[in-house]
C-alpha cells in the first residue's frame, strides 16, 4: 500500500527528473544556435553570404569559386545552412555537386546587406572574438584583473550600431528631442562631442543629418580612430568631423588632434553604447558636463535593461547579462579605481553616477527603441 507520503516523494523525484530533462534540452538547444552561429561568422568572413545576393543562386563549385574557397568546404557549409533553414536549396535530392542553393532575400538583408539594421551576420564575429578570450577571462576570475584586449585583426572592428546609427540617429531618435534636433539645425552652427565614438558611425550619422553642425568624436583606441577617419572620409563628411585618441574619463578630459583642451563649447555631448564599458563613468559624465556650453545638455544611449533585478529574467535581459560576463564587465576589471558597472546598468545607477558627476536633473526620454534606453542630462 502506498502512503501518502510516498506518493508525494515519488511526485518531488519526477518533478526533479523532469526538470533535468528540460535543462538538458535547452542546452542542446542551446548548442544548435552556438554552431550557427559560428557557422555565420564563417560566411560573414569569407564572403559567402554576399557572394551569394550579389551573384545568385550556386552550386558549391561556383560559389567557391566567387570566393577563392575550397569547394568541399563550401559544401559542408552550404549543406549546413540549408538543413538550418539559414539558405535554400533547389533541389535536395539532386547529387552533392549538383545542388543549387540560393539567399532568399528576406535573409540577404539580415546576412548580407550591413547597410540594414536587420544585418546580424556580426553576430557569429562578435560570439567567436568572446570565445577566444574565455581562457584569460577564467584566469581574471581567479585574479580579478582584466584579461588581455585581443587583437581586432584578423576580423577587424565589428560595427554591430552601424546600420541603426546611418538608418535612425539623425531621421527618428536625435528629431524626437525637439529642442536639440532644433538646436542642431540652427545658426550658428551647432558643436558636438561623440564620446566614445568608436568606428565613427555614430559621429557621422550626426554630420549627415544636421548639415550645420560640426563633429568631435573621441575614443582610447588609436586602430579605432584611424577606422573612424577612413569611414568619414569615405561617407564625404571628414570637413566637418574630426577624431582624436583620448581617454574621455582622464584627469582634463577630451582634447583636440592638437592638444589643446576642448571645453564648455559643444551644444551637445553623446556618449552612446559605451558608459557601461567605462571604468570610471562618473569621470567620464563629469568630463562631458565640463565641455557644455551653457544650454548645453547631455544624452546617454545606454542599454534598455528592467529598473531592478529578476530572475528568471526576460530574454533581452539574459542577452545583456550574457555580454556583461564575457565583455562588458571584464573590459572594465583592468582598472584599479573600476567603477565595475557591466553591461545591466539599471536607471537609477545611471542617475547615481550623474548626481555624483554634477548633474542637477537625469532624464528618460520617450524615444522607443528594440535595445536602449534614452537618457538626458543637465547641469
Do not use: K
Amino acid at each position: 500500500m502506498t502512503t501518502q507520503s510516498g506518493e508525494a516523494g515519488q511526485d518531488l523525484h519526477q518533478d526533479a527528473a523532469d526538470a533535468a530533462d528540460a535543462l538538458a534540452a535547452r542546452l542542446r538547444r542551446d548548442m544548435v544556435g552556438a554552431l550557427e552561429l559560428l557557422t555565420v561568422y564563417l560566411g560573414e568572413r569569407l564572403g559567402l553570404y554576399r557572394a551569394l545576393a550579389a551573384g545568385g543562386p550556386a552550386t558549391s563549385t561556383e560559389l567557391a569559386g566567387r570566393t577563392g574557397t575550397v569547394e568541399r568546404y563550401v559544401r559542408e557549409w552550404l549543406e549546413h545552412h540549408a538543413a538550418s533553414g539559414l539558405v535554400e536549396v533547389d533541389d535536395p535530392a539532386a547529387g552533392p555537386l549538383a545542388r543549387r542553393y540560393r539567399l532568399p532575400p528576406a535573409h540577404a538583408a539580415v546576412l548580407a546587406d550591413p547597410d540594414d539594421v536587420r544585418y546580424r551576420a556580426v553576430n557569429g564575429v562578435e560570439i567567436a572574438r568572446a570565445a577566444r578570450q574565455l581562457p584569460d577571462l577564467a584566469e581574471a576570475f581567479r585574479t580579478g584583473g582584466a584579461p588581455p584586449p585581443l587583437p581586432w585583426a584578423p576580423e577587424g572592428r565589428a560595427d554591430y550600431n552601424r546600420a541603426a546609427y546611418l538608418n535612425l540617429l539623425g531621421t527618428r531618435w536625435l528629431p524626437g528631442i525637439a529642442d536639440v534636433d532644433r538646436r542642431l539645425r540652427d545658426q550658428p552652427p551647432a558643436r558636438v562631442a561623440d564620446l566614445a565614438c568608436g568606428p565613427g558611425w555614430s559621429s557621422i550619422a550626426m554630420a549627415q543629418a544636421y548639415p550645420l553642425a560640426s563633429v568631435d568624436g573621441f575614443d582610447l583606441d588609436p586602430d579605432v580612430i584611424g577606422a573612424a577617419r577612413r569611414n568619414a572620409a569615405q561617407a564625404g563628411v571628414s570637413g566637418r568631423v574630426t577624431f582624436a585618441v583620448t581617454d574621455a574619463a582622464g584627469p582634463v578630459g577630451p582634447v583636440g588632434p592638437g592638444g589643446s583642451e576642448w571645453s564648455g563649447r559643444y551644444d551637445l555631448v553623446t556618449i552612446f553604447e559605451a558608459l557601461h564599458d567605462m571604468a570610471r563613468p562618473v569621470d567620464a559624465l563629469r568630463a562631458a558636463r565640463g565641455m557644455l556650453a551653457p544650454s548645453g545638455s547631455v544624452i546617454i544611449a545606454d542599454e534598455l535593461v528592467a529598473d531592478e533585478f529578476t530572475a528568471p529574467a526576460p530574454e533581452l535581459e539574459r542577452y545583456h547579462y550574457g555580454w556583461s560576463v564575457v565583455a562588458c564587465l571584464p573590459g572594465a576589471m583592468g582598472d584599479p579605481h573600476t567603477a565595475a558597472t557591466g553591461a545591466v546598468l539599471r536607471p537609477a545607477t545611471l542617475r547615481r553616477y550623474a548626481e555624483q558627476a554634477g548633474f542637477s536633473s537625469t532624464e528618460i526620454l520617450p524615444l522607443n527603441t528594440q535595445t536602449w534606453r534614452f537618457y538626458r542630462l543637465t547641469p
